[in-house]
């Protein structure tokens, strides 16, 4: 299995500031025939689901602000917030789909400072 | 809009069978380009993705799971369902279900809309 693992598991930013979240992945999950990162960040707020905001490592979903981004290619991979807003305050996953089975991160809880 | 719930038995005994529904509305599950998944998350803790199931009836399973797990689909319902069988504490967790994109027809991807989650419990 590919082994995910984000840092930090927690971090606190003051409002409008920069949020960086990190994503390793225990194997590379660049396809090379395609050049694609087989990489998806989601957002989970508390009491509700996971909501995809970025795929193929950089690929921002429909309706996600562009205040949201990810970056990375290989094993290693950031998502930020380049300001954080008060309803960012959520846990964040990383999650390969290189090869099943589908595996995430284990999470980083970002909180308002 | 796409919309996935869930819905099944909150409790389940242990060494008993957890079995889920979800019904999907706005949009058909026999649509090509996407799987039917099913992911589970216990209390405070992370997501394991459980196992995908494809209209035609192809199917991705969790190794760690495979043996318990079966996910099958309804079409003329418009729904898909996970059977988790022989289950103990450690299955008690939030279980959402989820579209899982496939646009390559060779393997799904990443998950793009999820259902609320319904809680099962496994006790006694």
């Known amino acids: 299995d590919i082994v995910m693992a984000q840092s930090p598991d927690s971090l606190a930013v003051s409002l409008g500031e920069r949020a960086t979240i990190n994503c390793k992945s225990s194997?590379?999950?660049?396809?090379?025939?395609?050049?694609?990162?087989?990489l998806a960040w989601y957002q989970q707020k508390p009491g509700q689901p996971p909501k995809l905001l970025i795929y193929w490592a950089s690929t921002r979903e429909s309706g996600v602000p562009d205040r949201f981004s990810g970056s990375g290619s290989g094993t290693d991979f950031t998502l930020s917030i380049s300001s954080l807003q008060a309803e960012d305050v959520a846990v964040y996953y990383c999650?390969?789909?290189?090869?099943?089975?589908?595996?995430f991160g284990q999470g980083t809880k970002v909180e308002i400072k | 809009q796409l919309q996935l719930q869930e819905s099944g038995p909150g409790l389940v005994k242990p060494s008993e069978t957890l079995s889920l529904i979800c019904t999907v509305s706005?949009?058909?599950?026999?649509?090509?380009?996407?799987?039917w998944g099913w992911i589970r998350q216990p209390p405070g803790k992370g997501l394991e993705w459980i196992g995908s199931m494809y209209y035609s009836g192809s199917t991705y399973y969790n190794p760690s799971l495979k043996s318990r797990v079966t996910i099958s689909l309804d079409t003329s319902k418009n729904q898909f369902s996970l059977k988790l069988s022989s289950v103990t504490a450690a299955d008690t967790a939030v279980y959402y279900c989820?579209?899982?994109?496939?646009?390559?027809?060779?393997?799904?991807?990443?998950?793009?809309?999820w259902g609320q989650g319904t809680l099962v419990t496994v006790s006694s």
């Open positions: 706005g949009g058909s599950i026999s649509s090509s380009s996407y799987y």
């Open positions: 194997q590379s999950v660049l396809y090379n025939s395609n050049n694609k990162n087989y």
């Open positions: 999650q390969q789909y290189y090869n099943t089975p589908w595996t």
């Open positions: 989820a579209r899982h994109i496939d646009t390559s027809g060779y393997q799904p991807y990443y998950f793009d809309y």
